[in-house]
């Protein structure tokens, strides 16, 4: 294997590998040839299916868009109905999960993530992240420093972020998702998968060094949309550790059912990662656009309200979490609950005391049907969902034992859109372009996971917010207002949210706005306006950066 940086290469075995984006510094530590040669070694042998299992998804959406129905699969009811197999036993330091805080690899946060008393750390490379180059290498840096205790850093200011010596938070790594490549680094001319490359440079560089410390290559998978794609992971865990020498099953995966099609599929997709599951997780966000995009057109059933109208106790909500307990516990799996977005806010208590309120209702509701753990944003919120869990799990560390025989869910509780309680108005509307446009515009400047309105938005609040004005243009919806929304209609609410940001060079929203508010302008346009749907978001984003 050969690697070119900066330079000149030569072909190996499993291609020509070349790095096109700046490498310094403790770069070089990540970005040595024999991790490059291992991710060309992923890309080669398991590329060309990726790339089959994503043209599958597409296939998959047109059959949808003919039917308007999504139902579980016949062929692989053998799975679903044989009593007799189970996941692999949990490892210790994922027995416990009962809180679970997520962010970007950014050192600051990383430290107080660690620090925050979670049980684990989703350290995310995805969608809390903009995949800029150097924060692409930075996070590898930040993840290799934090497995060996020696992550800190200094602010500008002078304070000091070290880790404390105590117990650590573990660590759970999301890379990005199948449908992302990494345009900095190529084999034989092409773009590395993305998620080959976060998975293979993070493995390579600490698979070896978690295990010694008594933990193990831990990862969150995201976007996931059938079995199938967990069998692509499942595969490529396997030669990852027959690879480096490492006893089959010490990779752990929790699979994020956020995709519609994953729901009909949450008992296939812990089969083919049996060896490797460790549980999933109820990634609501970007399961409501998932909804949205491939209903889109199927008609005003599948119009969904404001998106702070769609809460967790919408019936087809409950019949997506009380399945994925059911389904989790059955197989011996952990079941995750969702995000608890909030940021607290040092300004307003009033603002504090009703969301803290709603966050404890809402573990409490998660804690009481089953769920092993959930997610919160802020350290702030850690001590609140473990009071809540603490409550109900009493002296164990997880509840495996409780089985939710009671649960039975079918295909049209899944998608009984209809019955779901709200409306669309012209608040939400603005809310929705406001919300995109702030995100977006951090996000083009380095800033995937970003405060607005006291809530951390990231990419899949993104998603729903700009799926919502696509759909609600194109099924002409009606507000509260009586209006019908049109493109003339958010054109104008989004000419009017990019006014007051200019004005305020984004510092409201802590976007800091800058010479990225006119391209996240143009970006939105395009996808909320254009007649074509954008499955990512993402994906147009990446070629602006």
Not at 201 to 216: D, I, K, M, Q, V
Not at 484 to 510: D, H, S
Not at 514 to 523: E, I, N, V
Request: overall charge negative; hydrophobic content about 40%; charged content about 25%.
């Amino acid at each position: 294997m050969d690697v070119r940086q900066g330079g000149t290469a030569t072909q190996g075995e499993a291609g020509k590998v070349e790095v096109s984006g700046e490498v310094d510094g403790r770069g070089r530590e990540i970005l040595t040839d024999e991790a490059l040669a291992f991710v060309a070694e992923l890309q080669t042998r398991f590329g060309p299916r990726r790339e089959e299992l994503l043209a599958l998804r597409s296939e998959r959406r047109a059959q949808v868009a003919r039917t308007g129905r999504l139902d579980f699969l016949r062929e692989t009811r053998h799975i679903r109905d044989e009593p007799s197999w189970r996941v692999n036993l949990a490892p210790r330091d994922l027995v416990d999960r009962r809180v679970e805080i997520t962010g970007p690899t950014d050192p600051k946060m990383a430290v107080n993530a660690l620090n925050s008393g979670a049980q684990a750390w989703l350290a995310d490379l995805e969608d809390a992240n903009t995949p800029h180059w150097h924060n692409v290498v930075t996070g590898q840096v930040v993840l290799a420093d934090a497995v060996r205790r020696r992550l800190a850093y200094t602010s500008p200011d002078g304070k000091d972020y070290r880790l404390g010596d105590g117990r650590l938070a573990t660590i759970v790594v999301r890379p990005r998702g199948w449908h992302l490549t990494e345009r900095h680094v190529t084999v034989d001319g092409r773009p590395v998968a993305a998620a080959l490359l976060d998975f293979g440079l993070y493995f390579f560089h600490n698979a070896h060094e978690l295990l010694g410390r008594g933990s193990g290559p831990y990862f969150y998978l995201p976007k996931l949309e059938s079995h199938l794609e967990a069998r692509l992971w499942a595969e490529v865990f396997a030669y990852a550790e027959q690879r480096l020498g490492i006893r089959r099953g010490r990779v752990r995966a929790t699979v994020l059912i956020e995709t519609i099609p994953a729901a009909f599929e949450m008992e296939e997709i812990l089969y083919e990662l049996r060896h490797y599951a460790a549980g999933l997780n109820a990634g609501r966000w970007d399961y409501l656009f998932s909804i949205i995009k491939y209903f889109r057109d199927a008609g005003p059933d599948f119009v969904l309200p404001d998106r702070n109208a769609v809460t967790m106790t919408a019936p087809f909500m409950r019949a997506y979490t009380d399945l994925l307990v059911r389904t989790c516990h059955k197989r011996g799996a952990f079941a995750i609950g969702g995000m608890a977005a909030f940021v607290p806010s040092r300004r307003d208590p009033a603002v504090n005391e009703t969301a803290f309120e709603r966050v404890k209702a809402d573990k409490e509701r998660e804690a009481r049907d089953g769920f092993d753990g959930s997610w919160v944003a802020h350290p702030d919120l850690v001590p609140l969902c473990n009071e809540m869990f603490d409550v109900r799990l009493g002296a164990h560390r997880n509840q495996l034992s409780q089985l939710r025989e009671d649960v039975h869910v079918t295909a049209e509780d899944l998608l009984d859109l209809a019955s779901t309680q709200g409306a669309v108005t012209l608040r939400g509307l603005r809310n929705n372009v406001a919300v995109a446009l702030r995100y977006l515009t951090a996000w083009l400047g380095g800033t995937g996971a970003v405060a607005i309105f006291n809530l951390m938005e990231d990419a899949a609040t993104a998603e729903i917010a700009r799926s919502q004005l696509w759909q609600w243009i194109h099924n002409r919806t009606e507000l509260d207002t009586g209006e019908k929304v049109t493109p003339e209609l958010v054109g104008e609410v989004v000419a009017e949210e990019y006014e007051r940001l200019r004005i305020g060079a984004g510092t409201e929203a802590g976007t800091g706005a800058g010479d990225h508010l006119d391209a996240a302008r143009k970006l939105l346009e395009r996808v909320v306006l254009g007649e074509e749907f954008a499955d990512f978001l993402t994906v147009p984003a990446y070629d602006l950066i």
